[in-house]
């Protein structure tokens, strides 16, 4: 799987509430949390976000509460991927739940500008900066990983492997 987008970045400890605000919460629909993703650190996200997109952060991205509106919210944003320094242990969970791809990846959370354009290859772990023209790794996906993320998330690919085994 290859994904290619505009770098969204960030710095360190970005916790959910920064990410989707609890004042949200009343909702689960993705889209409607959408329209308020990131609202609360960076005002123009929404505006500036375009499908495919990849949000690159420091450390402990998605610290905080366990909600999964967060990763959610993201999703339904247009964000095709996340590039952190490192991930918050539930946070990190709930994105693979949901099928949203993320990759820790110190180097590239460090020289990754707001609007470089990035090409990622989840399979090897690869990170291109195509503006920077620049290069970084992170740890490739692993194939049971890369199945849940294409089904669309964890749900989606208990049902098909169900269904497959029921045939």
């Not at 909702?27 to 308020?36: F, G, I, M």
């Not at 905080?64 to 539930?90: D, M, N, Q, W």
């Amino acid at each position: 799987m290859i994904l290619k987008g505009k770098a969204h970045k960030y710095g360190d400890n970005v916790n959910t509430d920064e990410i989707i605000p609890a004042r949200y919460l009343n909702t689960a629909d993705p889209y409607e949390l959408a329209k308020h993703c990131m609202e609360d650190i960076d005002g123009d996200f929404v505006k500036n976000v375009s499908a495919g997109d990849i949000i690159v952060a420091g450390k402990n991205f998605g610290c905080g509460s366990s909600r999964e509106h967060a990763p959610l919210s993201i999703k339904a944003a247009g964000v095709s991927c996340i590039i952190a320094e490192s991930f918050a242990r539930i946070f990190f969970r709930n994105a693979i739940n949901i099928g949203l791809p993320i990759l820790e990846s110190k180097e590239a959370a460090e020289k990754i500008k707001t609007g470089d354009v990035l090409e990622i290859s989840l399979k090897e772990g690869k990170i291109k900066n195509l503006t920077g023209h620049k290069s970084y790794s992170s740890k490739p996906s692993p194939d049971f990983l890369l199945k849940i993320i294409n089904s669309g998330g964890l749900m989606n690919y208990v049902i098909r492997n169900t269904e497959q085994t029921r045939k």
